[in-house]
């Protein structure tokens, strides 16, 4: 127990350098932008070759942007939530799976979905939307040689009114080890194309809805992580 107390009191300290550090790297990120257009506009004809530089700088300045995003929504979530409403579940999955269309086409995976339930859940729409795709590319990327992508939506048997939603894949899963530490902030396993934060804000978001998040997983076979959310009272 005092462990877990020193560990969320170094988790809480880590939380304002880094909101402080991420607030200020905003700054310059919207400069280099800004620039980056004006640049363009003043090569004017571009040539190929200018283009994939553009490219290549366009694309890093946004994932360095992305990455400061997460760091502040880990460290000051009651800052970036936003009001709760009353959605369908099996809406929001839609929606991300046309948001991630791209991801999974170029991976060459195959999509099924199977939405059997109607019910309502009490959730920021964006914040649900957030954890589906994330739960999405998570499993894109655990198929690098393509597979499949299951997605349900369906009443929890728990007989508390709620839904479940799963998100499964059949890439390369997790051992034991990796499994118990992937809710854990900055955990990766992705090196330098991770941040570690995904799940870790997943889980904050699900259970501010009263909801939890688990996941299974066989190494070789896949993973199957599921979002409980509870009933909303005026569904
Ligand atoms: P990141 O994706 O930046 O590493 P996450 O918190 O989203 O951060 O995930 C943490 C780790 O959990 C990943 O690095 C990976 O090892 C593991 N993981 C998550 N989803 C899956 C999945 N669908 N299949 C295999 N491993 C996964």
């Known amino acids: 127990a005092t462990e877990r107390l020193i560990m969320s009191e170094k988790l809480a300290a880590v939380g304002e350098i880094t909101a402080g550090v991420a607030h200020e790297i905003n700054n310059p990120i919207a400069v280099i932008q800004g620039n980056l257009e004006v640049a363009r506009t003043l090569l004017g004809d571009e040539t190929d070759k200018v283009k994939t530089e553009f490219r290549l700088i366009d694309d890093q300045v946004y994932r360095i942007g992305s990455i400061v995003s997460k760091l502040l ?59 589906v795709v994330n739960l999405i590319l998570n499993a894109v990327h655990a198929m690098p040689e393509g597979g ?77 992580f599921t979002i409980f959310l509870p009933q909303s009272e005026n569904a």
């Open 148 to 224: 499949r992508l299951t997605l349900q939506v369906r009443d929890a048997e728990d007989g508390t009114g709620g839904v479940a939603i799963v998100v499964e894949d059949t890439g390369v899963g997790m051992p034991p080890d990796t499994l118990k530490r992937i809710f854990d902030p900055f955990f990766t396993t992705k090196q330098a194309q991770g941040t570690g934060l995904g799940l870790s804000i997943s889980q904050t978001l699900v259970s501010r809805a009263g909801g939890r998040i688990t996941a299974a997983s066989t190494p070789g076979k896949g993973s199957r």
């Open 73 to 131: 929504q880990f460290a000051r979530p009651s800052e970036y939530s936003g009001a709760a409403n009353v959605i369908s579940p099996a809406e929001v999955v839609q929606d991300c799976l046309v948001l991630t269309r791209h991801q999974t086409e170029a991976a060459e995976i195959e999509t099924a979905t199977d939405f059997a339930s109607g019910r309502s859940v009490l959730m920021a729409r964006t914040e649900l939307q957030q954890v």
